[in-house]
């Protein structure tokens, strides 16, 4: 039943918070207890696959084969433990004053649909399902994306709706695709039928499928929704897609190509790792290129989001269990970096009244904790050791280096020195600039209650920190997992 | 600086205190460090797992290069923190300035401990970005700031590089210990990927070290305050990469190109820096330049072949760090005293500041290499690295340019320490100047009394400066060297030198004018082209970002669709032939179904009202709703039904909000575009043919037979479609049901508001 527990806490708690949507205390309670239940349980469920156990459950007790079952193993148990934690470090930075969203009566419900469209497809081993799960998300996220419904927003939500539904339309061109060379959906007899399958098709689907799920982890060039959506957000819905959403595709690419369909006959096998690498590449730099330009802050971390995909995808480019594992490691540590820094983002803003690094300045002199809060998940995202994105780019670049891929290595590192010059920006320009002087003090509007926030600042700094000083845990882990994904071992 | 400005400040308790735990802490261990010198022989090893997958190890091994480092670290450093707690006495940053150097006191340390090359970077790392910090204390000035954060970029990019070497070379030696890869050294420069590790190597170690062409850096950093440029930018950060370049040296400098880069690279910065410095007018400015210029002599020895030139290193090192530490105190001291580090408006202070020109005096006597003192003694230790017998002809040409350095360096000691301080004043008489208590007396007395005790004595640095140029040579090596050998032909050569630096003085101030106006810095150096790269970033970055996130949806989803066309293109492409197999003839139904998609998609083309656009696409979701009805799936329709109404709803909200505050009536563009047919219609064919591609694949059936099969007997149903729906695949369906419901509290908000605007907009 644990295996269950990633689709059905949260979906039932969505359910009693729409219920509860007219009474606010009432669902916030439920709200929290829902994220709490939910953590507990992916704690539980990240101990039982660490013993290297599978948790599978097949609904309706119908054989796997035909029906449909959820199989979590260490790779799944870990992204569900961090979308738990996300959802609800969420949560608690949105009890606080700061870049509140609306106090929405749908907020609740939405978040936490949201969060089980996400830990479903972490869980799911069934192909059709999996776009099940990607159609909530989009459902949810386009939900959440026009709450408030100011003008600025809907445009933003009009281009992620469109696009990603294109996208969740080729998606299910590509799973249906599937099913008519194969018969199958389950990743288990998916793995041992497309074995034996025709190539040139499988090669023409597999493509297809790929491509669908590129445009859902925000790759180069189909990334476009995700600068123009994102941005519009309050700061703790924007760190809970900042964090989870492209990630969910890139773990779909991951388990697709790593784990489903490693030994699927296709006519272009190396050139598609080769081509996928090169996307990666040119998603590092267009991204990081995209945060250098821009001078809002939502925004330039918006795209580096895009960029550190890129680093993702090149780790799952590499092909190799240690490329598998580097991505593994990659996406943990980048999901909670990357959600704390949206979280101080939005501090930093309501310290100075603006996003905008123009109109920013003196954090420093004002709230020198704010920079601490700041600097864990900033040096962490630059990639300065010994904080967990070091060890991250570090995998990446140990492994391509390993397997000659010196471009791509290269690649990696001018993206790393481009981060370093876009969060210096930040830096210089929010904390240490002092405060311009045609900008008027911001002291009416600072928020009343911000502990919330802070604290869920903290913990993902925590979190961090702790990937940063004893990363070992984690790179077993990820090494575990990527061991136990099915292509891995040939590797 | 700040210091002058705030003498109002007074240090509260806490402050006090812990200034005077941190100066004790840092003598404390300076103190420990000799006793274990005196007791312990070398290697000094500890070791301890941390990361092991990573190939992260806590591995420290101190040998005699090591060694000297760490006393230079801790001894400058104690000397450092004593002064910055005396200079920075009345400036309200004095406790994080001092906790920021305490920090950088322990990066070093393991930086020049560290045995796994994981933890050098760390703590290399670590050094450039509390420089970084070090040199933005005052960021509140814009020029502070820029200092600092072209520091941090010259020594971050500078960091990449070495991160790329020493991957490459752990991955070449197969370990992450520094000691077993300078062991398999021999092997590892035979390897065909060595030369690209070695450049990688190289240009790290150039940008903290301040190299040509980097060298520019290191005198903007002189916005830091004086301690802080003592420390970091002179006696200690700066020699990072001189030090690694030591160290790499036992395993790498027999290679041919170990030479052939670094003499050629040192020479030109070395010379370049000293006539950079006769153009300076801030003392702080001018002694950066010398730094440079050691720096690069420093280079230029490590890149000599031969055992004296080890030995010069270590002692030319310990030589710079014991006389430029102490002239950066005094210069330190002069600004405090009078306010200006300008060095036409400085003069006569001998009387007001005793104590510093004494101090002074003594550094530059060492600095100018004047026998007895010890710069002497490594002046004579370079000239026997230079008249090496292996040493290459072409090699000593190069090095010759020392000469010229040497001359210009006594030229600037004498400006640091005679000109201030015995020349006549240039433009006021500081009569109110005096000297900043003992704190800031002692250091600079200290170090500078070193320079010259050591010069008298080599005998006590001797063993270690011999240990530690052992360290840089392979197979134990070197134990015979011993300093001062030289005899009269150094004398003379010093002799000329201070004959030479004479002259430059007494000419300093027609030299400076003439190179003031003839050289331009900017246009040799790579600090143009930095500033240049700094602006032109952005504008790089916004062409890209602008080309690519333009903001039309329209030619997002054409590329979306182009992108989608490649796949199934490579595909057939690649494929010996595709046989799509008989085409079965369409069911009327299927027919009609079809015909309805397609008249929504063309009326969709045509129509230029944006409702009914999004009419016309409902359509199509209808259309393919009626396709469902017909193959047997009447739930599977239904949801279709909902999704699409809700959908329409949606964004015909959106469409309406935005008609209110845009006052958009119709689409504007024009009908038919051609290139948005051609797309489409080969998205279309692109599918078409996959789907038929597919269908064409002999199907496995296995489990439509098992549904049939179990339908009934098992699921008690006899609709196979709806029982797989509620049934085998009834996730499926509660997750399309979740869809739906959240479909609709997606849509309620938005109404809401809708509704809300609309009352507003009526009252």
């Given at each position: 039943m644990l295996a269950l527990a990633p689709l059905l806490v949260p979906l039932v708690t969505a359910l009693v918070t729409a219920l509860a949507a007219s009474r606010p205390r009432t669902q916030r309670v439920l709200s929290f207890a829902g994220s709490l239940a939910f953590l507990a349980a992916a704690a539980l469920l990240l101990e039982r696959v660490n013993t290297g156990e599978t948790l599978r459950i097949a609904f309706g007790a119908w054989p796997i084969e035909h029906g449909i079952g959820f199989a979590i193993d260490r790779l799944g148990g870990l992204m569900v433990?961090?979308?738990?934690?996300?959802?609800?470090?969420?949560?608690?930075?949105?009890?606080?004053d700061v870049d509140a969203p609306r106090r929405a009566p749908y907020l609740a419900p939405l978040v936490h649909g949201l969060l089980a469209g996400v830990a479903a497809s972490f869980a799911t081993a069934d192909l059709f399902n999996l776009y099940v799960w990607f159609e909530l998300m989009l459902v949810c996220a386009a939900g959440l994306l026009v709450l408030g419904g100011r003008l600025r927003q809907l445009d933003g939500a009009l281009k992620y709706l469109a696009l990603n539904l294109l996208g969740t339309l080729l998606l299910l061109v590509g799973v249906a695709m599937v099913y008519g060379l194969t018969g199958r959906l389950a990743f288990d007899e998916?793995?041992?039928?497309?074995?034996?399958?025709?190539?040139?098709?499988?090669?023409?689907?597999?493509?297809?499928l790929v491509l669908a799920l590129l445009l859902k982890s925000g790759a180069f060039p189909l990334f476009s929704w995700l600068p123009a959506a994102y941005p519009t957000l309050p700061a703790p819905l924007l760190a809970l897609f900042a964090g989870l959403l492209t990630k969910v595709g890139a773990y779909a690419i991951l388990r697709l190509v790593a784990d489903v369909v490693p030994r699927a006959p296709t006519l272009y096998d190396g050139a598609f790792a080769t081509a996928l690498g090169w996307i990666a590449a040119a998603t590092m730099l267009a991204g990081v290129l995209g945060a250098a330009y821009h001078w809002d802050l939502r925004r330039i971390l918006a795209f580096h989001i895009v960029s550190q995909i890129g680093y993702i995808l090149l780790a799952i480019a590499l092909g190799s269990?240690?490329?598998?594992?580097?991505?593994?490691?990659?996406?943990?540590?980048?999901?909670?970096?990357?959600?704390?820094?949206?979280?101080?983002?939005?501090?930093?803003?309501?310290?100075?009244?603006?996003?905008?690094?123009?109109?920013?300045?003196?954090?420093?002199?004002a709230r020198p904790w704010l920079a601490a809060l700041f600097a864990v998940p900033a040096l962490s995202l630059v990639g300065i050791p010994p904080f967990s994105g070091f060890w991250a780019k570090w995998l990446v670049l140990r492994e391509s280096l390993a397997l000659g891929r010196y471009a791509w290595a290269a690649v990696a590192l001018l993206v790393s020195a481009l981060t370093l010059y876009s969060v210096a920006k930040i830096w210089l320009e929010a904390f240490w600039k002092p405060l311009p002087a045609h900008v008027e003090a911001n002291s009416a509007a600072t928020p009343t209650e911000q502990r919330p926030a802070l604290a869920a600042c903290a913990l993902l700094g925590l979190v961090t920190l702790s990937i940063s000083f004893a990363p070992q845990a984690l790179v077993e882990f990820a090494d575990a997992a990527a061991l136990a994904l099915r292509g891995g071992g040939q590797q | 600086m700040g210091a002058a400005s705030n003498e109002l400040h007074r240090p509260s308790t806490g402050s006090r205190a812990f200034a005077a735990l941190v100066c004790l802490a840092a003598w404390v261990v300076f103190a420990l460090l000799l006793v274990e010198l005196a007791r312990r022989p070398f290697p000094w090893q500890f070791s301890r797992a941390w990361a092991p997958s990573l190939g992260l190890e806590f591995a420290l091994r101190v040998d005699g290069l090591s060694a000297l480092m760490l006393l230079l670290i801790t001894g400058v450093g104690a000397c450092v923190f004593t002064y910055a707690a005396g200079y920075l006495a009345h400036d309200p940053r004095r406790t994080r300035i001092l906790a920021q150097l305490s920090l950088f006191l322990v990066a070093m340390v393991g930086c020049v401990s560290a045995d796994n090359v994981l933890l050098l970077f760390l703590c290399w790392e670590a050094t450039s970005l509390l420089s970084f910090l070090l040199v933005g204390t005052n960021y509140q000035d814009e020029d502070a700031r820029k200092s600092a954060q072209q520091a941090l970029f010259i020594t971050g990019v500078g960091g990449l590089f070495l991160l790329a070497g020493l991957?490459?070379?752990?991955?070449?030696?197969?370990?992450?210990?520094?000691?077993?890869?300078?062991?398999?050294?021999?092997?590892?420069?035979s390897e065909p990927l060595f030369p690209y590790a070695f450049a990688a190597l190289v240009i790290g170690c150039m940008t903290k070290s301040a190299q040509f062409p980097f060298h520019f850096w290191l005198p903007n950093a002189m916005a830091a305050p004086t301690p802080v440029s003592a420390y970091l930018h002179s006696a200690t950060m700066v020699k990072l990469g001189v030090y690694l370049l030591a160290r790499l040296h036992v395993g790498f400098g027999a290679w041919p190109g170990w030479a052939l880069t670094l003499v050629p690279i040192g020479a030109l910065t070395a010379t370049w820096a000293m006539v950079l410095a006769l153009r300076e007018r801030d003392l702080k400015r001018i002694l950066a330049r010398s730094t440079v210029g050691a720096l690069g002599t420093l280079f230029m020895l490590i890149g000599l072949p031969g055992e004296g030139a080890a030995l010069a290193t270590v002692a030319f090192l310990l030589a710079h760090a014991l006389y430029k530490a102490p002239l950066f105190f005094v210069a330190g001291n002069v600004d405090h005293a009078v306010g200006t580090r300008i060095i036409d408006r400085l003069g006569g202070l001998r009387h007001a500041l005793p104590f510093s020109a004494a101090a002074a005096l003594l550094a530059g006597v060492s600095m100018a290499g004047v026998p007895l003192s010890f710069g002497y003694l490594a002046k004579d230790a370079i000239k026997a690295a230079k008249s090496g017998s292996d040493t290459l002809p072409w090699l000593l040409t190069v090095a010759q340019s020392n000469r010229v350095v040497a001359a210009l360096s006594v030229a600037v000691a004498a400006v640091a320490a005679v000109r201030v301080f015995w020349k006549h004043p240039g433009v006021n008489e500081h009569c109110d100047a005096r000297e900043g208590g003992a704190a800031m007396v002692l250091p600079p007395l200290a170090l500078a009394c070193a320079g010259i005790v050591f010069g008298l004595f080599p005998g006590l640095i001797e063993p270690l400066l011999v240990q530690a140029a052992g360290a840089m040579l392979p197979g134990g090596a070197g134990a015979q060297l011993t300093l001062g050998q030289g005899g009269s032909e150094v004398l003379a050569a010093a002799t000329l030198a201070l004959a030479l630096g004479a002259l430059a003085y007494f000419a300093w101030d027609p030299l400076h004018r003439l190179l003031e106006r003839r050289l331009f810095d900017d246009r040799f150096a790579l600090a143009g082209l930095y500033r240049a790269g700094l602006d032109g970033l952005p504008r790089l970055a916004a062409f890209c970002t602008r080309a690519v996130q333009h903001g039309r949806l329209p030619e997002y989803v054409a590329l979306i669709l182009a992108l989608a066309i490649a796949p199934i293109a490579a595909a057939v492409w690649c494929a010996d032939g595709v046989d799509l197999g008989p085409l079965p003839a369409?069911?009327?139904?299927?027919?009609?179904?079809?015909?309805?998609?397609?008249?929504?998609?063309?009326?969709?083309?045509?129509?230029?009202?944006?409702?009914?656009?999004?009419l016309a696409s409902g359509l199509v979701g209808y259309g393919s709703a009626v396709l469902f009805l017909f193959s047997g799936a009447p739930d599977l329709a239904f949801t279709q039904f909902v999704v699409e109404s809700v959908f329409v709803v949606v964004v015909a909200s959106s469409l309406?909000?935005?008609?209110?505050?845009?006052?958009?009536?119709?689409?504007?563009?024009?009908?038919?575009?051609?290139?948005?047919?051609?797309?489409?219609?080969?998205?279309?064919?692109?599918?078409?043919?996959?789907?038929?591609w597919v269908a064409a694949q002999p199907f496995d059936a296995a489990t439509s037979e098992y549904f049939k099969s179990a339908a009934l007997p098992q699921a008690h149903g006899r609709n196979v479609v709806n029982v797989v729906i509620v049934d085998f695949r009834g996730l499926d369906t509660l997750g399309e049901s979740a869809v739906v419901l959240f479909s609709f509290l997606a849509a309620l908000p938005l109404l809401q508001a809708l509704r809300g605007a609309r009352g507003r907009n009526a009252a």
């Amino acid at each position: 039943m644990l295996a269950l527990a990633p689709l059905l806490v949260p979906l039932v708690t969505a359910l009693v918070t729409a219920l509860a949507a007219s009474r606010p205390r009432t669902q916030r309670v439920l709200s929290f207890a829902g994220s709490l239940a939910f953590l507990a349980a992916a704690a539980l469920l990240l101990e039982r696959v660490n013993t290297g156990e599978t948790l599978r459950i097949a609904f309706g007790a119908w054989p796997i084969e035909h029906g449909i079952g959820f199989a979590i193993d260490r790779l799944g148990g870990l992204m569900v433990f961090v979308t738990a934690l996300m959802g609800f470090a969420t949560l608690l930075y949105a009890e606080s004053d700061v870049d509140a969203p609306r106090r929405a009566p749908y907020l609740a419900p939405l978040v936490h649909g949201l969060l089980a469209g996400v830990a479903a497809s972490f869980a799911t081993a069934d192909l059709f399902n999996l776009y099940v799960w990607f159609e909530l998300m989009l459902v949810c996220a386009a939900g959440l994306l026009v709450l408030g419904g100011r003008l600025r927003q809907l445009d933003g939500a009009l281009k992620y709706l469109a696009l990603n539904l294109l996208g969740t339309l080729l998606l299910l061109v590509g799973v249906a695709m599937v099913y008519g060379l194969t018969g199958r959906l389950a990743f288990d007899e998916l793995r041992s039928a497309s074995e034996h399958v025709a190539a040139a098709p499988l090669s023409a689907v597999l493509g297809l499928l790929v491509l669908a799920l590129l445009l859902k982890s925000g790759a180069f060039p189909l990334f476009s929704w995700l600068p123009a959506a994102y941005p519009t957000l309050p700061a703790p819905l924007l760190a809970l897609f900042a964090g989870l959403l492209t990630k969910v595709g890139a773990y779909a690419i991951l388990r697709l190509v790593a784990d489903v369909v490693p030994r699927a006959p296709t006519l272009y096998d190396g050139a598609f790792a080769t081509a996928l690498g090169w996307i990666a590449a040119a998603t590092m730099l267009a991204g990081v290129l995209g945060a250098a330009y821009h001078w809002d802050l939502r925004r330039i971390l918006a795209f580096h989001i895009v960029s550190q995909i890129g680093y993702i995808l090149l780790a799952i480019a590499l092909g190799s269990t240690a490329g598998a594992s580097a991505a593994i490691f990659y996406t943990v540590h980048h999901i909670v970096v990357k959600a704390n820094l949206f979280l101080v983002a939005g501090l930093v803003a309501s310290a100075t009244g603006s996003y905008d690094l123009r109109r920013s300045g003196g954090v420093l002199a004002a709230r020198p904790w704010l920079a601490a809060l700041f600097a864990v998940p900033a040096l962490s995202l630059v990639g300065i050791p010994p904080f967990s994105g070091f060890w991250a780019k570090w995998l990446v670049l140990r492994e391509s280096l390993a397997l000659g891929r010196y471009a791509w290595a290269a690649v990696a590192l001018l993206v790393s020195a481009l981060t370093l010059y876009s969060v210096a920006k930040i830096w210089l320009e929010a904390f240490w600039k002092p405060l311009p002087a045609h900008v008027e003090a911001n002291s009416a509007a600072t928020p009343t209650e911000q502990r919330p926030a802070l604290a869920a600042c903290a913990l993902l700094g925590l979190v961090t920190l702790s990937i940063s000083f004893a990363p070992q845990a984690l790179v077993e882990f990820a090494d575990a997992a990527a061991l136990a994904l099915r292509g891995g071992g040939q590797q | 600086m700040g210091a002058a400005s705030n003498e109002l400040h007074r240090p509260s308790t806490g402050s006090r205190a812990f200034a005077a735990l941190v100066c004790l802490a840092a003598w404390v261990v300076f103190a420990l460090l000799l006793v274990e010198l005196a007791r312990r022989p070398f290697p000094w090893q500890f070791s301890r797992a941390w990361a092991p997958s990573l190939g992260l190890e806590f591995a420290l091994r101190v040998d005699g290069l090591s060694a000297l480092m760490l006393l230079l670290i801790t001894g400058v450093g104690a000397c450092v923190f004593t002064y910055a707690a005396g200079y920075l006495a009345h400036d309200p940053r004095r406790t994080r300035i001092l906790a920021q150097l305490s920090l950088f006191l322990v990066a070093m340390v393991g930086c020049v401990s560290a045995d796994n090359v994981l933890l050098l970077f760390l703590c290399w790392e670590a050094t450039s970005l509390l420089s970084f910090l070090l040199v933005g204390t005052n960021y509140q000035d814009e020029d502070a700031r820029k200092s600092a954060q072209q520091a941090l970029f010259i020594t971050g990019v500078g960091g990449l590089f070495l991160l790329a070497g020493l991957l490459l070379l752990a991955q070449l030696g197969g370990s992450h210990s520094l000691a077993v890869l300078l062991a398999r050294g021999p092997e590892l420069v035979s390897e065909p990927l060595f030369p690209y590790a070695f450049a990688a190597l190289v240009i790290g170690c150039m940008t903290k070290s301040a190299q040509f062409p980097f060298h520019f850096w290191l005198p903007n950093a002189m916005a830091a305050p004086t301690p802080v440029s003592a420390y970091l930018h002179s006696a200690t950060m700066v020699k990072l990469g001189v030090y690694l370049l030591a160290r790499l040296h036992v395993g790498f400098g027999a290679w041919p190109g170990w030479a052939l880069t670094l003499v050629p690279i040192g020479a030109l910065t070395a010379t370049w820096a000293m006539v950079l410095a006769l153009r300076e007018r801030d003392l702080k400015r001018i002694l950066a330049r010398s730094t440079v210029g050691a720096l690069g002599t420093l280079f230029m020895l490590i890149g000599l072949p031969g055992e004296g030139a080890a030995l010069a290193t270590v002692a030319f090192l310990l030589a710079h760090a014991l006389y430029k530490a102490p002239l950066f105190f005094v210069a330190g001291n002069v600004d405090h005293a009078v306010g200006t580090r300008i060095i036409d408006r400085l003069g006569g202070l001998r009387h007001a500041l005793p104590f510093s020109a004494a101090a002074a005096l003594l550094a530059g006597v060492s600095m100018a290499g004047v026998p007895l003192s010890f710069g002497y003694l490594a002046k004579d230790a370079i000239k026997a690295a230079k008249s090496g017998s292996d040493t290459l002809p072409w090699l000593l040409t190069v090095a010759q340019s020392n000469r010229v350095v040497a001359a210009l360096s006594v030229a600037v000691a004498a400006v640091a320490a005679v000109r201030v301080f015995w020349k006549h004043p240039g433009v006021n008489e500081h009569c109110d100047a005096r000297e900043g208590g003992a704190a800031m007396v002692l250091p600079p007395l200290a170090l500078a009394c070193a320079g010259i005790v050591f010069g008298l004595f080599p005998g006590l640095i001797e063993p270690l400066l011999v240990q530690a140029a052992g360290a840089m040579l392979p197979g134990g090596a070197g134990a015979q060297l011993t300093l001062g050998q030289g005899g009269s032909e150094v004398l003379a050569a010093a002799t000329l030198a201070l004959a030479l630096g004479a002259l430059a003085y007494f000419a300093w101030d027609p030299l400076h004018r003439l190179l003031e106006r003839r050289l331009f810095d900017d246009r040799f150096a790579l600090a143009g082209l930095y500033r240049a790269g700094l602006d032109g970033l952005p504008r790089l970055a916004a062409f890209c970002t602008r080309a690519v996130q333009h903001g039309r949806l329209p030619e997002y989803v054409a590329l979306i669709l182009a992108l989608a066309i490649a796949p199934i293109a490579a595909a057939v492409w690649c494929a010996d032939g595709v046989d799509l197999g008989p085409l079965p003839a369409p069911e009327l139904a299927h027919a009609g179904a079809a015909a309805l998609i397609a008249a929504g998609a063309l009326s969709a083309c045509f129509v230029t009202s944006r409702l009914l656009l999004l009419l016309a696409s409902g359509l199509v979701g209808y259309g393919s709703a009626v396709l469902f009805l017909f193959s047997g799936a009447p739930d599977l329709a239904f949801t279709q039904f909902v999704v699409e109404s809700v959908f329409v709803v949606v964004v015909a909200s959106s469409l309406l909000a935005m008609r209110r505050v845009t006052h958009l009536r119709s689409v504007v563009e024009p009908r038919v575009r051609p290139l948005a047919a051609v797309l489409s219609l080969a998205f279309g064919a692109a599918i078409a043919a996959l789907v038929l591609w597919v269908a064409a694949q002999p199907f496995d059936a296995a489990t439509s037979e098992y549904f049939k099969s179990a339908a009934l007997p098992q699921a008690h149903g006899r609709n196979v479609v709806n029982v797989v729906i509620v049934d085998f695949r009834g996730l499926d369906t509660l997750g399309e049901s979740a869809v739906v419901l959240f479909s609709f509290l997606a849509a309620l908000p938005l109404l809401q508001a809708l509704r809300g605007a609309r009352g507003r907009n009526a009252a």
